[in-house]
């Protein structure tokens, strides 16, 4: 009889343990779902920018056509619907390159940098981009969660038995920095520019940044150097 309620307790106990665990586990998909809708609000305000951006920027370099285009075509990519967070990263990080070459533009058009609009649309761009961040990480630290308890033992057990599966993450492909070219003027020589003595201290012919150290003097050579032993006869 004692067996039979030692066996009893401990169904009962592994009953309760797998109730609690599945409801951890729906609670965590459900907070990757609501993080993943946060997500998606900012990417949907961004987009609404990009039209007012681009016609902003084509008011005063219209011939750009091309950048122009590459950004709405990426902005209609990115908009489509049925994306997951992999392949919406994935249109996100097209839509991003594409900005940044937009963004390049303004570079070359001192009057479109100082107008009012285009300011404040880049303002509130790069806040929009602030919140993608913060919420990108906030969901890829629930989608870590959620895909350590699915793939967990004993906890992938009832993973199973419910049918819930991991998550993805959305991770938007990093942009390389545009490397500035260097020009050295035209005829120089294949030996790189000149360097001229630096005025800063520790610099190239400047002043010496070890303790005690002094800055070297012209050498006359009509005054004797005592560091030269006089006595030595010359050949």
Same mark, same amino acid.
């Given at each position: 009889?004692?067996? !039979? ?6 169904? !009962? ?15 965590? %998909?459900?907070? !990757?779902?609501? *993080? ?5 609000? /900012?990417?949907? =305000? @961004? ?13 005063? #370099?219209?011939?750009? +056509?091309?950048? &122009? ?7 209609? #990519? ?12 994935? $249109?996100?990080?097209?839509? $991003? ?23 404040? &649309?880049?303002? /509130? ?5 602030? %919140?993608?961040?913060?919420? =990108? =990480? ?5 989608? @870590?969660? &959620? ?17 819930? *599966? %991991?998550?993805?993450?959305? /991770?938007?492909?990093?942009? /390389? ?5 260097? $020009?050295?003027? +035209? ?6 520019? +000149?360097? *001229?003595? +630096? ?16 800055? $070297? ?12 032993? @006089? ?5």
């Amino acid at each position: 009889m004692i067996v !039979v309620w030692i066996l009893l307790g401990i169904v !009962v106990l592994a009953a309760i343990w797998g109730v609690s665990a599945y409801n951890g586990l729906i609670g965590l %998909r459900n907070k !990757v779902e609501e *993080g993943w809708r946060q997500i998606d609000v /900012e990417l949907k =305000r @961004r987009h609404d920018l990009i039209p007012n951006l681009v016609e902003t920027v084509k008011g005063y #370099a219209a011939h750009e +056509s091309g950048t &122009l285009e590459a950004v709405m075509k990426a902005r209609s #990519a990115a908009m489509s619907g049925g994306q997951g967070p992999a392949q919406a990263a994935a $249109s996100e990080g097209e839509l $991003s390159q594409a900005l940044g070459r937009l963004m390049a533009i303004s570079e070359a058009y001192p009057d479109l940098k100082a107008n009012q609009n285009f300011l404040a &649309l880049q303002q /509130e761009l790069t806040s929009t981009e602030d %919140r993608i961040a913060s919420s =990108r =990480r906030y969901y890829n630290a629930l989608v @870590r969660d &959620l895909n350590t308890k699915v793939e967990s033992v004993p906890s992938n057990i009832i993973a199973g038995l419910g049918k819930i *599966g %991991r998550a993805e993450y959305f /991770e938007t492909p990093a942009i /390389e920095a545009q490397v500035p070219n260097v $020009s050295f003027g +035209s005829g120089g020589s294949a030996a790189g520019p +000149s360097v *001229g003595a +630096s005025t800063q201290p520790g610099g190239i012919g400047g002043p010496s940044t070890q303790p005690g150290g002094v800055q $070297s003097a012209p050498v006359d050579p009509n005054v004797p150097n005592p560091n030269v032993d @006089r006595n030595i006869p010359n050949d």
